[in-house]
């Protein structure tokens, strides 16, 4: 990926320094079935992924992809040939089309120009004037000039400017990528404000069936979402204003999420792209993690992504009415071993179910936001590093011994600190810095990134010119 957006600070040329940029378009490829959208895909991709057979349906379980031109990046879902009255099989491939035109930010409507439009088709585009999304159209199969013709019979589907274009072969496709790329929307500015005139934005993430819905019920006293005992009942992100303690706070219920984005397929794939998008626009998260089950990997992984995202972070431990004296013993040992990297978010042992500890949760929520704010003063941060750098200097490696020359904040929301130094800083000593900060400011609950700018001698000029 060429591009990169960062902020006004320019840490362009620090490795270390992580990269913000909010979720990717997307642009979903519908059709019906065997007029080469697989085909197209790949050629969009540059490389051959997706599935290509003569037959609908085998793309269903690999449906992402991340593609890239003029230094644009975007993801592609390849769907299943789409049509309007199937059953079985083909209706949850044709669902699952549908899934895709919802969740996707351009459409790529590939048509064999050879055959014309179909009834399909008509029907297919019904459905594309209904989402009100942006759509190209891809007149397939023109392989030489001598279906030039035939791409122009398209322009009775009323959907604008036919591409002609042969995904075998490659003709047309540099055109059809440059329109696909004008359509996308512009990557949103990187930007660390958020609007402080509205109600603070709480996610609540976990895996599938861990007591979102029944929490965001229980907090806003109605039944607002639907529980089910069957996993995966919320798919699309619900948001609820609930007045706490005086204060109106605005909480998103998500999605389950099972798996990574990436190995993920049909719905769940979507469901992750929304939760994703759903965290991307809150200020702090909630991950709920199920007491009389295992911490699991996807747990850990779903914490992560809070972390990664710049969010502030508290763990809920749900369903505690279940716990007993066996298994709150394994717990603690639990947490001790697999949550060690996160001993600084706050936790709020509650139940959804019984409304235990509900209390505990909005000043949890306070500490972790006034975490996220904390901006430390140039002055009082670089003399505690003094003393930290005096008592603890960095090991020596190859003859050479680093120095710190100064810090500063960079941002808040995450707190973002840039060390500059005489040489690099090895990760052992970064992690040991960033333990420090902690110990000394606080932070519960709120992700802080330490950035190394290494400052080189510059020869023939003074010192700090």
Do not use: C
């Amino acid at each position: 990926m060429s591009d990169k957006s960062v902020s006004d600070n320019d840490f362009d040329d620090d490795p270390l320094a992580n990269e913000f940029r909010g979720p990717m378009p997307v642009l979903a490829v519908v059709g019906r079935p065997n007029v080469g959208k697989s085909t197209l895909v790949n050629r969009i991709l540059g490389r051959r992924e997706a599935v290509v057979e003569d037959r609908p349906g085998v793309t269903r379980d690999r449906v992402a992809y991340d593609a890239t031109w003029n230094g644009r990046a975007f993801t592609v879902v390849d769907t299943g040939g789409w049509e309007p009255d199937a059953k079985g099989m083909a209706a949850r491939i044709a669902q699952q089309a549908e899934v895709a035109i919802d969740a996707a930010d351009v459409v790529l409507l590939v048509v064999d120009a050879r055959v014309g439009p179909t009834e399909t088709e008509e029907a297919v585009v019904k459905v594309l004037r209904r989402s009100k999304k942006p759509v190209i159209l891809a007149a397939n199969m023109v392989d030489d000039m001598r279906f030039e013709a035939d791409a122009n019979d398209l322009w009775g589907l009323g959907l604008g400017e036919p591409h002609p274009v042969s995904a075998l072969h490659g003709r047309g496709s540099g055109d059809l990528l440059d329109a696909i790329v004008n359509a996308l929307p512009d990557p949103p500015e990187v930007s660390f404000d958020y609007p402080d005139d509205g109600p603070r934005r709480v996610a609540l993430l976990g895996k599938p069936n861990v007591g979102k819905s029944s929490l965001l019920n229980r907090l806003a006293g109605t039944d607002r979402v639907v529980v089910d005992s069957v996993a995966g009942t919320t798919v699309d992100p619900v948001d609820e204003d609930i007045e706490l303690g005086g204060v109106t706070w605005t909480f998103v219920d998500t999605a389950g999420i099972r798996k990574r984005a990436k190995e993920a397929s049909g719905h769940e794939f979507f469901a992750t792209l929304r939760t994703q998008s759903a965290l991307d626009k809150a200020e702090v998260a909630v991950v709920l993690i199920e007491v009389n089950e295992p911490i699991a990997e996807q747990d850990i992984r779903i914490m992560q992504m809070v972390v990664d995202s710049g969010r502030a972070l508290i763990i809920g431990y749900n369903k505690w009415d279940l716990l007993d004296e066996d298994r709150r013993y394994y717990l603690d040992r639990e947490i001790e071993r697999d949550l060690v990297q996160f001993q600084w978010v706050p936790r709020v042992n509650n139940s959804a179910k019984t409304g235990r500890h509900m209390e505990r949760l909005v000043p949890a929520l306070e500490t972790a936001l006034n975490s996220w704010d904390t901006r430390v003063p140039t002055g009082r941060l670089n003399a505690f590093l003094g003393e930290v750098v005096a008592s603890h200097p960095h090991p020596v490696r190859g003859g050479k011994q680093p120095r710190i020359l100064f810090a500063t904040q960079a941002s808040t929301r995450p707190p973002r600190f840039v060390v500059f130094a005489s040489g690099f800083l090895e990760a052992g000593y970064r992690r040991f810095l960033e333990r420090r900060l902690r110990e000394e400011f606080g932070f519960e609950g709120s992700p802080i990134e330490v950035s190394v700018r290494v400052r080189e001698k510059r020869h023939g000029k003074p010192a700090g010119d």
